[in-house]
């Protein structure tokens, strides 16, 4: 049975919510462990946030897992970083599965070692017929790189004579970006109070509420994300327009 968000304070149920999860290496830090023990307790994060945004009824939730820049850090921490997503994604075919969660992702999947390739492909087609949230996984991606490959793909069809360049609009654009047909997130989440888009989604969050938690993801769980979306319940919205006021 779904959740009512009533139950919780909700006033308002976004229907894409996107997150920027920082802070595993301070959360490490802080306890004199290695960087990687707050990626590996960061997973247990994921699985709180993905399970909760699937009881709201939350139609998409994209969660900025690894950028195109993530590839600058030591060998030992990104082969690591693969290697808990290789094992994440083997390992939660039959939660999501459950859950009714279909797996997506965006970036230039390639990038990726192709084992774990190969396991988020077979986890995609495991879970592609399911109904509920669809949890999309921002992989080697970064905004401007994604703008880049629309801008190329566009450019080649205006050369071969598919489109004319005076009708290229935002929904051409919008077409040939990687969260094509997705709707764009309502609500932005940062963790461990940085307050900074890392090249996320710049195309997609123009008009996204933006909250900052000073969480660090690690500990970002069920509470701190219903907090997240009470925040979002208080916004007023106008989209570049003016707020409506109640008539005198
Ligand atoms: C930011 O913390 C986090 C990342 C670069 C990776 C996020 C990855 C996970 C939560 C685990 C794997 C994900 C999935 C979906 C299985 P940071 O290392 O930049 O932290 P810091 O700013 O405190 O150093």
Known sequence: MKTQPASHGLKEIPRHVAVIMDGNGRWAR?????????HRRGIESVRAVVRTAGELGIAYLTLYAFSKENWKRPKVETATLMHLLGTFLRREIGELNRNKVRLKA?????????????????????TAKNTGLTLILALSYGARDEITRAAREIAAEAV???IAPASVDEKTVARHLDTAGVPDPDLLIR????LRVSNFLLWQISYAEFVVSPTLWPDFRREQFLDALREF??????????ESLPRA
């Open 233 to 242: 319940g208080r916004r007023h919205r106008r989209f570049g327009g003016v």
């Open 30 to 38: 802080q306890r004199m462990l290695n960087r990687i023990e707050g």
């Open 106 to 126: 965006i970036g230039v999947l390639e990038d990726l070692p192709p084992k774990v390739l190969r396991q988020f492909r077979a986890t995609e087609a495991a």
């Open 160 to 162: 071969a004579g598919r």
């Open 191 to 194: 963790t461990s109070g940085e």
